[in-house]
């Protein structure tokens, strides 16, 4: 699926004054205030309010099925930034019966400065933009979350 249809509709056909490259961009309504469609922001709102709800409860999963069957690959991978570091060990069998240890390691091993980031945004966007719609609002909720 694609994001933000309706705010892409006018840039495809080139009856939109923001250029397609700037529009296009995830950040652009947070970092170039590019405003979205109507329908898109309540969209948006409307995603990234399940996607905390799933978070509070629990359910990363889900909320990461959230962002990818929404056309947003980038939030869920920007959501896995929040996942532990740890390293595992797999026994794997060789073909004379014997058994391999593979060492493999998950999560990120930079998360407390991911979660610095989270705290950094939320701040900013509950500062700067506090007044300027739902999605904003959402946006600083989810990020005040994973700070948490």
Same mark, same amino acid.
């Given at each position: 699926?694609?994001?933000?249809? *309706?705010?892409? %509709?006018?840039?495809?056909?080139?009856? %939109?004054?923001?250029?397609? +490259?700037?529009?296009?961009?995830?950040? #652009?309504?947070?970092?170039?205030?590019?405003?979205? /469609?109507? #329908?898109?922001?309540?969209?948006?709102?409307?995603?990234?309010? #399940?996607?905390? %709800?799933?978070?509070?409860?629990?359910?990363?999963?889900?909320? $990461?099925?959230?962002?990818?069957?929404?056309?947003? /690959?980038?939030? #869920?991978?920007?959501? $896995?930034?929040?996942? $532990? /570091?740890?390293?595992?060990?797999?026994?794997?069998?060789? *073909?004379?019966?014997?058994?391999?240890?593979?060492?493999?390691?998950?999560? +990120?091993?930079?998360?407390? $400065?991911?979660?610095? *980031?989270?705290?950094?945004?939320?701040?900013?966007?509950?500062? *700067?933009?506090?007044?300027?719609?739902?999605?904003?609002?959402? !946006?600083?909720?989810? !990020?005040?979350?994973?700070?948490?």
């Amino acid at each position: 699926d694609t994001m933000w249809k *309706q705010t892409l %509709s006018p840039v495809y056909q080139h009856l %939109s004054p923001i250029p397609a +490259n700037e529009s296009l961009d995830p950040d #652009a309504p947070l970092k170039k205030r590019v405003k979205l /469609h109507k #329908a898109d922001e309540e969209d948006d709102a409307t995603l990234l309010q #399940a996607v905390l %709800s799933c978070m509070q409860s629990g359910n990363m999963d889900q909320a $990461l099925n959230l962002c990818r069957e929404a056309g947003q /690959h980038w939030r #869920a991978g920007s959501l $896995l930034g929040g996942q $532990l /570091h740890d390293v595992i060990f797999e026994e794997d069998e060789e *073909q004379d019966g014997g058994v391999i240890l593979t060492k493999r390691q998950i999560g +990120n091993p930079n998360r407390s $400065l991911w979660k610095k *980031q989270c705290q950094q945004l939320a701040y900013k966007l509950y500062t *700067q933009y506090s007044n300027e719609g739902l999605v904003r609002e959402k !946006h600083q909720n989810l !990020h005040g979350c994973v700070y948490e």
